[in-house]
T-cell receptor, first 109, second 115 residues
Framework: GIQVEQSPPDLILQEGANSTLRCNFS?????LQWFHQNPWGQLINLFY???GTKQNGRLSATTVATERYSLLYISSSQTTDSGVYFC???????????FGSGTRLSIRP | GAVVSQHPSWVICKSGTSVKIECRSL??????MFWYRQFPKQSLMLMAT?????????EQGVEKDKFLINHASLTLSTLTVTSAHPEDSSFYIC???????????FGPGTRLTVL
């Protein structure tokens, strides 16, 4: 099955800093989503981005499908950005998605 | 739009009892629903995929007789943990998608503790 790797596993930053999170996947995909899991466990949809670039406020994402990676950019980090960021991908023949191991982001005031 | 709810948000039960968790899509028709479990500080692991009116498809290693899934309508799926044991304690999360869309939308999760 498709493999998903996220890096870095942990990231500690000061408030106001920028960060880049990476997601590598092993096969072609028809679905790629980025999520933020808050401290209560809720998964918040950030982007549905199987290809191309999207922006939403301080967050943006780029997926280069031909090179099998996606990047999530967070600018001007705030303490509320803390939590775990997951990338999840779906292959071309199935509707299910496979989660990466996540990046745990801690923003210090 | 695309709101998914779960009930209960947390449950504590005695070993040997059964627990039912509900997953509802509130503002769209969920042709497919998914059930995941997540252990502390780990990622989400898919347990099963259910399509409305069909039997669920379970991932390898997931006991279908222990984790009963019903998807009887386009807005409701249920997961029943039968004869629960302490090792079943986990965070259970559902998601839903609709026909023609790949994007999944997730419920808030149910924290199960089996004593």
């Amino acid at each position: 099955g498709i493999q998903v790797e996220q890096s870095p596993p942990d990231l500690i930053l000061q408030e106001g800093a920028n960060s880049t999170l990476r997601c590598n996947f092993s096969d072609s995909v028809n679905n790629l989503q980025w999520f933020h899991q808050n401290p209560w466990g809720q998964l918040i949809n950030l982007f549905y981005i199987p290809s191309g670039t999207k922006q939403n406020g301080r967050l943006s994402a780029t997926t280069v499908a031909t090179e099998r990676y996606s990047l999530l950019y967070i600018s001007s980090s705030q303490t509320t950005d803390s939590g775990v960021y997951f990338c999840a991908v779906g292959g071309s023949s199935a509707s299910k998605i496979i989660f990466g191991s996540g990046t745990r982001l801690s923003i210090r005031p | 739009g695309a709101v998914v709810s779960q009930h209960p948000s947390w449950v504590i039960c005695k070993s040997g009892t059964s627990v039912k968790i509900e997953c509802r899509s509130l503002d769209f028709q969920a042709t497919t629903m998914f059930w995941y479990r997540q252990f502390p500080k780990q990622s989400l692991m898919l347990m099963a995929t259910s399509n409305e009116g069909s039997k669920a498809t379970y991932e390898q290693g997931v006991e279908k007789d222990k984790f009963l899934i019903n998807h009887a309508s386009l807005t409701l799926s249920t997961l029943t943990v039968t004869s629960a044991h302490p090792e079943d304690s986990s965070f259970y999360i559902c998601s839903a998608t609709t026909s023609g869309r790949n994007e999944q939308f997730f419920g808030p999760g149910t924290r199960l503790t089996v004593l």
